[in-house]
């Protein structure tokens, strides 16, 4: 089983709508989360920590979710450029290293 | 100016040459990792450096080397490459702050290399 696990989409979704993705991952001893964003062949970049508490930045919310193991990410007001790949990236206390899955394709359409 | 660079950004090569990947960095950060991206498997750690002094193999070590030069510089070797490590290869650096308990990393552009 792999340690971080993504639906790999596509998700084509219309400008406009609201989209979720959900994140789930196997070590519970998992401390940090995160949300990064990359383009079609960039590289990827931040888009934001994901806090126990939840946590919004404008359109974004990311939530967690200890119990089950998951994390989501919600984009609201969807604008063409968001259109990515987002990958949910966990670190655990201790391993001060980083695992990714492997993505999830969003295209906005107009 | 870019904070972090990769050097070069396309490589074609052959089976069995040795090929070295470099990244350097002036975001003055002490921890550097390399990765390759793979279609439907993601960014996965080849090896990892917390200083100048130190190094760490990640997931997927085999086949690869590296030489951390400077607290700016950190290359990756293929010593002789094999057509499975075609791949993209992404340098990041991190800035480790235990009391916030954050470690962001920032990802260089990338490297395509192609191994016929």
């Known amino acids: 089983r792999k340690e971080v696990e993504q639906d790999p989409g596509p998700f084509n979704v219309p400008e406009g709508a609201t989209v979720a993705f959900n994140c789930t991952y196997s070590n519970s001893a998992s401390q940090s989360f995160f949300w990064y964003r990359q383009d079609c062949r960039k590289e990827p970049k931040l888009l934001m920590s994901v806090y126990s508490s939840g946590n919004e930045d404008g359109r974004f919310t990311a939530q967690l979710n200890r119990a089950s193991q998951y994390i989501s990410l919600l984009i609201r007001d969807s604008k063409l450029s968001d259109s990515a790949t987002y990958l949910c990236v966990v670190q655990s206390q201790g391993a001060q290293k980083l695992v990714f899955g492997q993505g999830t394709r969003l295209t906005i359409n107009p | 100016d870019a904070d972090v660079t990769q050097t070069p950004r396309n490589r074609i090569t052959k089976t069995g040459k040795r090929i070295m990947l470099e990244c350097s960095q002036t975001?003055?950060?002490?921890?550097m990792y390399w990765y390759r991206q793979d279609p439907g498997l993601g960014l996965r750690l080849i090896y990892y450096?917390?200083?100048?002094?130190?190094?760490n193999k990640g997931e997927i070590s085999d086949g690869y080397s590296v030489s951390r030069q400077a607290q700016a510089k950190f290359s990756l070797s293929l010593e002789s490459a094999i057509p499975n490590q075609t791949a993209l290869y992404f340098c990041?650096?991190?800035?480790?702050?235990?009391?916030?308990?954050?470690?962001?990393?920032?990802f260089g552009p990338g490297t395509r290399l192609t191994v016929l």
């Open positions: 990041a650096t991190s800035d480790f702050r235990q009391r916030e308990g954050t470690d962001t990393q920032y």
């Open positions: 975001k003055g950060h002490d921890r």
């Open positions: 450096s917390f200083d100048v002094k130190d190094i």
